[in-house]
């Protein structure tokens, strides 16, 4: 059916996102100012390593021997590199009453630019109503297809959020959350769910080596 197709489309741009990212090229950064987090100051950039999307080494001059090996960005006195939002409470999409079609995924693809806008640059969507729509949304992100900040994606809500939700037994929580981790999912969300439901997501989640946030 449909859900059938659209999880085999989320494990194909699997497969291309972390081909993508593995052929990333390390970049060095120079010039212009950073904060430094720990004491709260602009701090002269003397050079800055960025290796497979993350900082590497900060005041690192490139000798002539290893400028080829990066992609180089030069910032003007007054450009600044500074740390992003890590928003844990992020919604991609706060329609209820769509679908899963592909062709509603604007919404996620036009916020996740609002996110990026505004400083935020790693997002947990705490439960969605849109699960596999979420979890293209981060390929795409990763893909290097869309611009926007990396998805921590949650899979669907566990509990009476969920739309056509129902008491679940604990073998049929078991395998869902068994599923949804093997689509990708970074994590869960209980909202509406009762005690049993809780310990058996909780339980199955943490065998996955994932964690579940609770609006409880």
């Known amino acids: 059916g449909y859900k059938l197709f659209l999880a085999l489309f ?4 699997l497969v291309c996102s972390s081909q993508v990212q593995a052929q990333s090229e390390p970049v060095y950064i120079k010039g212009g100012s950073y904060f430094d987090v720990h004491n709260g100051q602009m701090v002269k950039n003397d050079g800055i390593l960025v290796r497979g999307g993350r900082f590497y080494q900060l005041g690192s001059p490139l000798t002539k021997e290893t400028i080829n090996e990066y992609e180089v960005i030069e910032l003007s006195s007054d450009e600044y590199v500074l740390p992003g939002i890590v928003d844990i409470h992020a919604h991609y999409r706060i329609d209820a009453f769509g679908s899963e079609q592909l062709g509603e995924i604007d919404e996620f693809k036009y916020n996740a630019l609002v996110y990026l806008a505004n400083g935020v640059t790693s997002t947990f969507a705490n439960g969605v109503y849109y699960p596999y729509l979420e979890l293209a949304a981060k390929s795409l992100v990763n893909s290097g297809k869309w611009v926007g900040p990396r998805i ?3 899979g669907p809500y566990f509990g009476t959020a969920r739309p056509g939700w129902e008491d679940y037994t604990k073998e049929e929580i078991y395998d ?3 599923y949804w981790a093997s689509l990708g999912v970074d994590g869960f969300k209980t909202k509406g769910g009762n005690p049993e439901t809780v310990k058996y997501l909780v339980d199955r989640a943490h065998q996955n080596g994932l964690k579940v946030a609770g609006h409880l």
């Open 10 to 13: 989320v494990v194909f741009l």
């Open 152 to 154: 921590w994606a949650s």
């Open 176 to 178: 869902q959350v068994d």
